[in-house]
């Protein structure tokens, strides 16, 4: 007997079954502990800074370079962008 047949022949039973699955499913969701979903806390920090009347490679050489070399020698830091454009710098 395969299994839609006996879900037509017996909607009740199957109907039992799945609320039984169900609950047991919500049950287990709210026990779950902590540990299994930490909250990850990605910690990041933006530098921005704005220089009047300078073009974004004066912007980049004065302001970018220098910003990017002081944060890297922040020990912990894995990863640096940095963004230069007309008279503003974003690191």
């Given amino acids: 007997m395969n299994m839609t047949r006996l879900s ?3 909607p009740v ?3 039992m079954i799945v609320a039984f699955f169900v ?4 049950y287990s ?3 779950i502990g902590v540990e299994l979903l930490p909250a ?7 530098v921005s800074a704005k220089y009047p009347g300078a ?3 004066s912007v980049e050489q004065e302001v970018v370079k ?3 070399d002081a944060l890297a020698s922040v ?8 963004t230069a454009s007309y008279e503003r710098a974003r690191v």
């Fill in 66 to 68: 220098p910003v990017e």
């Fill in 75 to 82: 020990s912990g830091v894995k990863k640096i962008t940095s």
């Fill in 29 to 31: 969701y709210y026990r």
């Fill in 40 to 46: 990850l806390n990605t910690p990041y920090v933006t």
């Fill in 23 to 26: 609950v047991l499913g919500l």
């Fill in 55 to 57: 073009s974004a490679e």
């Fill in 8 to 10: 037509i022949k017996r």
């Fill in 13 to 15: 039973g199957i109907s």
